[in-house]
T-cell receptor, first 114, second 114 residues
Framework: KAGVTQTPRYLIKTRGQQVTLSCSPISGHRSVSWYQQTPGQGLQFLFE???????NKGNFPGRFSGRQFSNSRSEMNVSTLELGDSALYLC?????????????FGEGSWLTVV | DQQVKQNSPSLSVQEGRISILNCDYTNSMFDYFLWYKKYPAEGPTFLISISSIKDKNEDGRFTVFLNKSAKHLSLHIVPSQPGDSAVYFCAASARGGSNYKLTFGKGTLLTVNP
């Protein structure tokens, strides 16, 4: 069974630009969530989608957005990039139903903003 | 306010000995707890989880203990191996609508010396 796949793995952007990251969940998983990892803040929850609807949202500014498609694939977008957005962006998937779901992570997309 | 705390940023043990990683939480709504292992430049890998209805869960060399009254959990690795050297994250999720959002601790770097 293929794991969570994220693309691209590495990218460099300039301040003010926007970026779109893509995630394909584990087959059969309907919940996709996104996390940001930085050295100072650790792993922080961005948002979670289930059946194309945003179900949970973390404390990030509106520049961070996402969406989920009917095949459960998800994208996240960051507009007007700032230097502080440089981080590892992790996508995770789970079945999304019932209590105590295990969440599985992809390898991440390393974003560097210069 | 950190709801999940891993107070030891690092831990060093000898190969073959026991590694004990600790985690404290403050949110009484948390009812599912997970441990992840992370190597640099990779996504977190799920290790083991425990529901709040249990106080112990074992999987091979890994055992997680939960003390709900103390809001404390620990991960025991016996025997420790050099390949276990990584950052270990404790994570928690709450019942209800936030069931699919994980709150992470800041991680503990485990080094297992040969």
């Amino acid at each position: 069974k293929a794991g969570v796949t994220q693309t691209p793995r590495y990218l460099i952007k300039t301040r003010g630009q926007q970026v779109t990251l893509s995630c394909s969940p584990i087959s059969g998983h309907r919940s996709v969530s996104w996390y940001q990892q930085t050295p100072g803040q650790g792993l922080q929850f961005l948002f979670e989608y289930f059946s194309e609807t945003q179900r949970n949202k973390g404390n990030f500014p509106g520049r961070f957005s996402g969406r989920q498609f009917s095949n459960s694939r998800s994208e996240m977008n960051v507009s007007t990039l700032e230097l502080g957005d440089s981080a590892l962006y992790l996508c995770a998937s789970s079945s999304g139903q019932g209590a105590g779901n295990t969440i599985y992570f992809g390898e991440g997309s390393w974003l560097t903003v210069v | 306010d950190q709801q999940v705390k891993q107070n030891s940023p690092s831990l060093s043990v000898q190969e073959g000995r026991i590694s004990i990683l600790n985690c404290d939480y403050t949110n009484s709504m948390f009812d599912y707890f997970l441990w992840y292992k992370k190597y640099p430049a990779e996504g977190p890998t799920f290790l083991i989880s425990i529901s709040s209805i249990k106080d112990k869960n074992e999987d091979g060399r890994f055992t997680v203990f939960l003390n709900k009254s103390a809001k404390h959990l620990s991960l025991h690795i016996v025997p420790s191996q050099p390949g276990d050297s990584a950052v270990y994250f404790c994570a928690a999720s709450a019942r209800g609508g936030s069931n699919y959002k994980l709150t992470f601790g800041k991680g503990t770097l485990l080094t297992v010396n040969p």
